[in-house]
């Protein structure tokens, strides 16, 4: 069984950097796609990030461009997700999520929940001074 199981989480000042890490173990892992969601207090768990198997195709969603980078090291089977410049409004819970299964919604191509069939637990990023 594949697990994901995400890293690097912790208490960052604003305007500092950080890396957050999402290792698949258990089988071979492969998927179709690797992602990134947050989930700030209070809200709902937004697309992040996403990037095909293949690494041809990357999506961010808005609260994402500019500061953030999705990447993926093949032979360590990492997926990670760098954060620059991070505001307190960045804070919140990261997840890691793999999809098994070709986008069903080819408009939105994996940049909604649904399209997801296994999760990380999660790491938490406080933002403050």
């Known amino acids: 069984q594949v697990q994901l199981v995400e890293s690097g989480g912790g208490v960052v000042q604003p305007g500092r950097s950080l890396r957050v890490s999402c290792v698949g173990s258990g089988r071979t892992f492969s998927a179709y796609a690797v992602g990134w969601f947050r989930q700030a207090p209070v809200k709902e768990r937004e697309f992040f990030a996403v990037?095909?198997?293949?690494?041809?195709?990357?999506y961010y969603g808005d609260s994402a461009k500019g500061r953030f980078t999705i990447s993926r090291d093949n032979d360590k089977n990492t997926l990670y997700l760098q954060m620059n410049s991070l505001k307190t409004e960045d804070a919140g819970v990261y997840y890691c999520?793999?999809?098994?299964?070709?986008?069903?919604?080819?408009?939105?191509?994996?940049?909604?929940?649904?399209?997801?069939?296994?999760w990380g637990q999660g790491t938490q990023v406080p933002v403050y001074s």
């Open positions: 990037m095909s198997w293949t690494c041809t195709t990357l």
């Open positions: 999520a793999g999809a098994l299964l070709p986008a069903r919604d080819g408009r939105r191509w994996y940049r909604v929940q649904e399209e997801y069939d296994i």
